[in-house]
């Protein structure tokens, strides 16, 4: 605004000025909604910015008018004019600004607390579960009614010891019944379950004993005493005891397999948030060791592996196995036989994922028996599990990310011209703004009441809120949860810095940890200073990895190997197209892991079939926990052909039943930021030129690695 001017006519140009700028605003909004309502998904980027959403369904397009609608009035009369000014022109992404006065991210649920004593959906009230299948349908239910109170995922952090539970549960039950019908048999009782009944009451009152899925010795003596008052043959009532014992193990080993069957269907076919897309959801499990958790690890796998109900790959819920040395890692390890199926599962389906307990900034908050303390990461990466407002409560449960935004790394880099001080500067200024934004939208988030999130605050899964009333503010209890600030293209900013990106110099790696290290310092320090946690996060950009790049090469040109393609590189990745082996790549982005706390993951490609070679498989799998990974996966294609049900790699003709790829389309699985995705029409512009360039660190076609 020039100086001098009379403060009516200064007035009366911001006037004009917003006069403008709201009826540009509208005339956008409706030209948005023209493209919504008339162009098909595959024409129109803006419907498949999220590969999950189906943008040709009603449900689906009326979420994108709601979205887009509250995206724009949020740019209009919420956000600070810098902040809005800063998104719009392409220096910082704020994410989910469509939710930006509604909600919260993400949450992990204790699967274990919310099921003691029941819970309400809003639609009725739910019993305390009695039966594993029942703690499967519950789970699916959480899962869904969370989806309604939060616009990111949904993740059980301890779904093995929860569903172990339930299986107990099962087995008691089908103990008994089986004891009551082989004394039926033998004796030709004509209700044997009253007796047995009685005394397993007994058992249970007076000593706390009950039918254990390995069999307890006190359990069984003291049954057989009481049997001995009402049947004086104590031959038979051994007979009896190993036929219920043997009837009731494979019988839950069955309805366990059948649970966790029914499990993955639902979370692939129930729908939420306007029927627009299914729930977001992850589990995380591999380290509870009793009988009854292992029995879910193997039954889910194994469910895992067998696939939907006509052979297909189930997209969720995204699995992560948790690897720990001593429970799971090396030969003698109570769980080394999960690990070992984990790695064949997950070379057919692409999961499970692979977490890594043991990295050291992963191992400080690790506490035996206290599967709390167990890091768990969120299928799009998300990490939560430090607490700098309640340095007593750094664990995973009830907790989850508030909001992170994106800071365009290259363009810092571009505008810089090559003087690393100047971009430190302006670094440092963008991390102040983003500190600043995401504390206004903190404080936007901590004015709503717990009726607000009817599931996450009204039952209790959020840390604390159980301590809090129907119109109370969910301020005090929100600080558990993280403001994460993130990043993207790290590559492509070295390469304008330096020239070279760090997969191809050491000196560039060396700057690349600088600048991450800075970063994350940044985050300390702001945690610090406002007893709040913020994290760094490594973007997981789905549809942001297009929208930077084409800004910046309208201001800057297309520059080789910074914006001379669609898409700008995930994270602190070595870039896709970039020819790499397996164990460079690991080597080179491990590092990375431990600065950014607020989640990451590293990706493998391999070309052929990896379920031909689980050892290689599994060799990378170790190579990550060795290098201190901490949350990796192994990309490789998954097709298949509808028609004759063939799974595998295809090409133009399907190897089973030599069909060509005609009217009926072959499914090709592909992977895209953490989640998988059915057809790859779903995913947006840049994704898919990002998936063209994908090279193979690995090759499992001729066995040797390149
Ligand atoms: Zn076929």
Redesign the pocket.
């Known amino acids: 605004m020039k100086k001098g001017l009379p403060k009516r006519q200064k007035k009366y140009i911001l006037y004009r000025a917003e006069r403008t700028r709201i009826r540009e605003m509208k005339t956008r909004l409706m030209k948005t909604y023209e493209d919504i309502t008339f162009k098909e998904s595959k024409d129109n980027d803006l419907k498949r910015e999220n590969a999950n959403i189906d943008g040709d369904t009603a449900m689906g397009t009326m979420l994108k008018y709601g979205s887009e609608g509250a995206k724009q009035f949020c740019e209009m009369f919420l956000l600070k004019p810098e902040h809005a000014e800063a998104h719009k022109n392409g220096d910082i992404h704020i994410h989910d600004l469509d939710f930006y006065i509604l909600t919260t991210t993400c949450c992990q649920i204790d699967i274990v607390k919310l099921f003691k004593n029941g819970f309400s959906t809003g639609h009725g009230y739910l019993r305390e579960p009695n039966d594993i299948q029942s703690y499967s349908a519950l789970a699916c239910i959480a899962i869904q009614s969370n989806q309604n109170d939060q616009h990111g995922g949904q993740s059980i952090p301890n779904f093995d010891y929860g569903m172990a539970l339930g299986v107990a549960k099962t087995y008691s039950r089908l103990y008994r019944q089986n004891l009551a019908k082989g004394l039926e048999l033998l004796l030709g009782m004509k209700d044997a379950s009253t007796l047995v009944n009685m005394v397993s009451k007994k058992l249970e009152d007076e000593d706390g004993l009950y039918p254990t899925l390995v069999p307890n010795e006190r359990y069984l003596d003291k049954e057989r005493k009481h049997l001995l008052e009402f049947i004086p043959d104590v031959k038979l009532i051994n007979k009896v005891q190993s036929f219920a014992i043997e009837k009731a193990q494979a019988e839950t080993d069955r309805n366990t397999y059948q649970a966790m069957e029914a499990f993955i269907h639902n979370l692939n076919t129930m729908h939420s948030r306007a029927g627009a897309q299914v729930p977001f959801s992850s589990i995380n499990y591999g380290t509870d060791i009793s009988p009854e958790g292992r029995l879910v690890i193997k039954n889910l796998l194994l469910a895992t592996e067998a696939g939907l109900g006509n052979g297909e790959t189930p997209i969720f819920p995204v699995q992560i196995f948790k690897v720990k040395e001593g429970i799971n890692y090396n030969a003698g390890d109570p769980n080394y036989d999960m690990f070992k199926l984990a790695c064949r599962v997950s070379a057919k389906r692409m999961f499970p994922n692979f977490a890594f307990l043991d990295a050291p900034f992963n191992l400080k908050y690790y506490r035996p028996g206290r599967p709390e303390t167990e890091v768990a990461y969120m299928g799009c990466r998300t990490r939560v599990i430090g607490n700098v407002y309640d340095p007593s409560r750094e664990i995973v449960y009830g907790r989850g990310n508030l909001s992170f935004t994106t800071i365009n790394l290259p363009r810092i880099a571009l505008r810089s011209n090559n003087d690393i001080s100047k971009f430190f500067t302006e670094l440092d200024e963008k991390i102040d703004l983003v500190i600043d934004q995401l504390l206004e939208r903190f404080e936007i988030q901590a004015r709503k009441k717990v009726k607000n999130f009817p599931f996450l605050m009204g039952q209790g899964v959020w840390i604390d809120s159980d301590k809090l009333g129907w119109e109370d503010e969910v301020r005090e209890v929100l600080k558990h949860g993280t403001l994460s600030v993130g990043f993207i293209g790290l590559a492509e900013c070295l390469k304008a810095l330096t020239g070279k990106h760090h997969g191809e110099s050491e000196e560039s790696q060396k700057l690349g940890l600088k600048i991450i290290g800075h970063m994350r310092k940044r985050m300390d320090e702001a945690s610090q200073k406002c007893k709040m946690n913020f994290t760094l996060l490594a973007t997981p950009a789905e549809g942001l990895a297009g929208r930077f790049v084409k800004m910046d090469r309208k201001i800057y040109g297309s520059i080789e190997g910074v914006t001379d393609r669609e898409y700008y590189t995930n994270s602190f990745h070595v870039p896709v197209y970039y020819e790499i082996n397996a164990f460079d790549k690991i080597r080179i982005e491990a590092p990375y892991h431990e600065l950014t706390n607020a989640g990451h993951i590293t990706y493998i490609e391999v070309d052929g079939d990896p379920k031909q070679n689980l050892k290689a498989f599994e060799k990378i799998i170790r190579a990550m926990k060795e290098a201190g990974i901490g949350y990796g996966a192994v990309n490789h294609p998954i097709d298949r052909?509808p028609?004759?049900g063939?799974t595998g790699i295809i090409g133009n003709t399907?190897p089973?039943?030599g069909?060509e790829e005609g009217e009926i389309k072959f499914e090709r699985i592909r992977r895209i930021t953490g989640y998988l995705v059915g057809t790859l029409d779903r995913f947006n512009d840049a994704k898919r030129e990002e998936e063209r360039d994908r090279v193979k660190h690995m090759s499992f076609k001729s066995q040797n690695m390149r």
């Open positions: 052909d028609v004759c063939y399907c089973y039943c069909r």
